[in-house]
């Protein structure tokens, strides 16, 4: 067991295709169009200017083959309604410059201070530590952005001492406050070439 997800529950299928259903989720790993599409329905005007990504949201590259969005840089996880199957959050992790993976996310607007964030993130967390192996997860939010740091904070994540200066997608500079979740039980099961730092 991780948290109050079975490690046995995460699936690993052909093409990177990785998914697991908790209580209210459905999480798995879209293609590069559908996440796109899903971010411009998740990122209201608040989300936009916390993650710097203007008006038109973040600038993805198309790729006329339409991948799933994971790679040794990081995965993209989508979380919906299993009955419904509207998208409720969207929260990955990636490579930082200082080679850790650094977690992320949003979460749709009409879906938010109901929990569904932090079960997204403890689900994404799931399968970084035991899927993966990745031994340290890292995240930063604004040091004002107390939604942020309430949702880092319930799913076990713990401030590092000290502000640092981040260059947000739009160059806005922010003062943030970073973040490591440490799990030394981490282990890799994942048949797929991954060689994470952390």
Known sequence: MFGNVAVSSLKCGFGGAHSV??????LSIPRRQELIDVWAQLADAE?????????DGPY???????????ADEGAEFLARDPQTGVAVASVGFGRAEDGFMEVGGLVHPAFRRFGFGREALDLVCAFAHQHFGIVELRARCETDNEASRRWLAAAGFLPVEGVVPHTLPDGRVMSSVRWRRLDPTARRRCKRPFTPIG
């Open 21 to 26: 259903t908790s209580a209210r989720l459905e």
């Open 47 to 55: 989300a936009r200017f916390r993650l710097g990504w203007g008006e």
């Open 60 to 70: 993805v590259e198309r790729d006329e083959t339409d991948p799933m969005v994971i």
